[in-house]
């Protein structure tokens, strides 16, 4: 049976739940609840799965906080034997506009501590990411209050329905792969 790892990056504890940094926890969260099954904590992280068509999709919320994802990501890579093509990490991304996405096969971190701690720890930066944009609506100086700051009223509206598309272009990469997803959702956005 093939397994993916679908990691969703965020900060642990109430304060960031909320907050655009997390929107990769968030996004978990939800497909979670529309498969009906729960996190459980474990080493490094809080991990849910589920079966789609013959396959299995391992669910990982690490516990390590942001900068440090790396180590979760590559033990659960290690401990469940999966593929490093089989692996995906949800992040935000302010340089992307609010609900937009950009899924690659691979990339620079572009400023991202999680994607570059992932990267020293994987030693390569050839693995998918889905950067869900969060916009970058902020004065200079003022990025980390921006990314740890909550949504506002207005995005708040759309995010629910951009989170269920984040779940569709994510049981796409489970089975249709990479490329059809990547074509089928980047930079595009349906209501």
């Known amino acids: 049976m093939k397994k993916f790892l679908i990691v969703g990056l965020g900060n642990i504890g109430p304060k960031y739940e909320e907050t655009r940094h997390n929107i990769g926890f968030k996004v978990l969260d939800s497909l979670a609840k529309k498969e009906n099954v729960i996190f459980e904590s474990l080493k ?3 991990i ?22 790396g180590k979760a990501i590559k033990y659960w890579l290690n401990k469940e034997k999966i ?9 935000d991304d302010i340089h992307i506009d609010f609900g937009m996405f950009r899924i690659k096969p691979k990339g620079s971190a572009g ?12 030693n390569t930066n050839s ?10 609506d902020f004065s200079k100086g003022k990025q980390v ?8 009223s207005g995005e708040q509206i759309d995010l629910s329905i951009r989170i269920d598309n984040a779940i569709d272009a994510i049981k796409s990469f489970i089975l249709a792969g ?11 956005f349906e209501r």
């Open 44 to 46: 490094l992280g809080d």
């Open 127 to 136: 693995y998918s990411r889905f950067r869900f944009g969060v916009g970058g």
């Open 178 to 188: 990479l490329p059809n997803t990547m074509n089928k959702f980047n930079g595009k």
């Open 111 to 122: 400023g991202h501590n999680g994607l570059k701690d992932t990267q020293e720890k994987l």
């Open 145 to 152: 209050d921006y990314v740890l700051g909550e949504w506002t």
């Open 48 to 69: 849910s799965e589920f079966k789609i068509k013959g396959r299995t999709a391992i669910l990982l919320k690490p516990n390590t906080f942001m900068n440090l994802s």
């Open 83 to 91: 593929p490093l093509e089989n692996l995906l990490v949800i992040t």
